[in-house]
T-cell receptor, first 116, second 106 residues
Framework: GAVVSQHPSRVICKSGTSVKIECRSL??????MFWYRQFPKQSLMLMAT?????????EQGVEKDKFLINHASLTLSTLTVTSAHPEDSSFYIC????????????FGPGTRLTVL | KNEVEQSPQNLTAQEGEFITINCSYS?????LHWLQQHPGGGIVSLFM???GKKKHGRLIATINIQEKHSSLHITASHPRDSAVYIC????????FGTGTSLTVIP
């Protein structure tokens, strides 16, 4: 089956620093990638949808200047949490598909971000 | 008010039991997804439905568009089915249920 990787799997950073999370589709070309965050014991929240070569579409309430998303190739999307604060601590998950969300999603293993 | 409601929130079953997880939604949708999240956080997309019924191995998913309701069934449950099952719908945006935590005891 299709594999999606995320790097790093876990990151701890100081408040005010920026953190970049990578999402890669290893054996297929991902036209569309999605970024989610999940707070402890809560469900997923879609943050943004990114299509290769174009600007990401952010969900209502998600600050695009805070969460920078780049989808420069068909196999790589990055999420940068800028000037991170403790409230940004969360589990960030990406998924990828060959089409829109109606197609099968392949999820990455997630990145645990802790901001001190 | 949540646009997607799941029940039950927690479920414990004996190995071999038939399991049903329910999802009700209040918005018009183009598709409904069932996701499985394992304790380590990894997520697998189980089904995408827009009508009727789908089956994959021991898993069956049904949807009733008129009643705005979907069910996920697991036949002959096994401890490896222990996970959180999440219902998600696509409307004008995406809505996720809070998940059903399933524990299957040997």
């Amino acid at each position: 089956g299709a594999v999606v990787s995320q790097h790093p799997s876990r990151v701890i950073c100081k408040s005010g620093t920026s953190v970049k999370i990578e999402c890669r589709s290893l054996d297929f070309q991902a036209t569309t990638m999605f970024w989610y965050r999940q707070f402890p014991k809560q469900s997923l929240m879609l943050m943004a949808t990114s299509n290769e070569g174009s600007k990401a579409t952010y969900e209502q309430g998600v600050e695009k200047d805070k969460f920078l998303i780049n989808h420069a190739s068909l196999t790589l999307s990055t999420l940068t949490v800028t000037s991170a604060h403790p409230e940004d601590s969360s589990f960030y998950i990406c998924s990828a598909s060959t089409g829109f969300w109606a197609d099968t999603q392949y999820f990455g293993p997630g990145t645990r971000l802790t901001v001190l | 008010k949540n646009e997607v409601e799941q029940s039950p929130q927690n479920l414990t079953a004996q190995e071999g039991e038939f399991i049903t997880i329910n999802c009700s939604y209040s918005v018009g949708i183009s598709a409904l997804h069932w996701l499985q999240q394992h304790p380590g956080g990894g997520i697998v997309s189980l089904f995408m439905l827009s009508s009727g019924k789908k089956k994959h191995g021991r898993l069956i998913a049904t949807i009733n568009i008129q009643e705005k309701h979907s069910s996920l069934h697991i036949t002959a449950s096994h401890p490896r089915d222990s996970a959180v099952y999440i219902c998600a719908v696509r409307s004008n945006q995406f809505y996720f249920g809070t998940g059903t935590s399933l524990t299957v005891i040997p």
